[in-house]
């Protein structure tokens, strides 16, 4: 039997994983970061709250037990070294950890922690080989389709987040009208959808293109998109969503797609 860590942080990722691992009988202990905001159902399982200065030590611990694979899942804020507050173990990789916290991006953070890890003796598991029914493969999940001009503005969104991918920036993007309305930053989807709303304008609706990076870290940070999405996405009259086929979890896509056709958006997947 498989005896697996989840590493959990804030969203509802985590509790879509732990009723896969039950459903699948595998022997599973959450690690619930204290400085995220994780969902409570979380704790009615196995658990311990660990602060990002000691998970090294915890892992080590339940390695000892039998715990060998780690899966990681749900957001985790960006942490400042002053709020490490790193213990013994931790402290041996402060040096190589704060040469990648001062480089910046997500990807650069995710491929050291995953390495530490691995040396360790602990291996990461690719959240998509776990969970695959979380993913959607590629073209319409929508009754709605787009016209060839909002398939302009996904092409031209999805080029321009190829682009940035290499300076490790957001991995969504809001297209309207052949302009560029916005391009997420720190704040995640959510908040660039609110943070542009007052910028919409009349005629074809804002479309939200969320991608994965190239030589993204597969392992951790896929993007994400859940019911909250949508019914942003409905408040501010977006007119459909295009997310990267077969990289981008859906939390809940029964719920996703039911919610999509009853607002008349579409969803595809891009190859």
Not at 75 to 87: A, F, M, V, Y
Request: hydrophobic share 40%; charged share 25%; net charge positive.
């Amino acid at each position: 039997m498989q005896k697996i860590i989840i590493i959990a942080g804030n969203g509802l990722l985590p509790i879509n994983i732990i009723n896969s691992f039950i459903s699948q009988k595998f022997d599973f202990f959450t690690l619930i970061i204290s400085e995220s905001g994780w969902d409570k159902k979380i704790q009615s399982y196995d658990h311990k709250f660990v602060k990002l200065g000691s998970i090294l030590t915890e892992l080590i611990k339940l390695k000892k037990c039998g715990f060998d694979k780690v899966v990681l899942a749900g957001g985790i804020k960006r942490p400042s070294l002053r709020n490490i507050k790193p213990d013994l173990n931790t402290l041996k990789i402060i040096p190589k950890f704060t040469k990648v916290l001062f480089k910046g991006g997500d990807n650069l953070l995710l491929k050291f922690v995953i390495e530490e890890l691995e040396k360790n003796g602990i291996e990461v598991l690719n959240i998509k080989r776990i969970v695959p029914q979380l993913f959607l493969s590629d073209g319409f999940f929508s009754k709605k389709k787009f016209t060839s001009s909002v398939e302009i503005d996904i092409q031209k969104g999805k080029e321009i987040l190829d682009n940035l991918s290499k300076y490790d920036v957001g991995q969504s993007i809001i297209m309207q009208q052949g302009d560029v309305v916005g391009i997420e930053a720190l704040e995640g989807t959510d908040e660039l959808i609110n943070r542009c709303s007052s910028l919409f304008k009349d005629g074809n609706k804002p479309t939200l293109i969320k991608l994965m990076k190239k030589n993204q870290e597969v392992k951790a940070d896929l993007p994400t998109i859940g019911p909250n999405t949508i019914k942003l996405c409905k408040k501010y009259s977006i007119g459909g969503i295009a997310y990267s086929a077969d990289n981008t979890l859906f939390i809940d896509s029964k719920k996703v797609i039911k919610d999509i056709n009853n607002n008349k958006m579409f969803l595809y997947g891009l190859k």
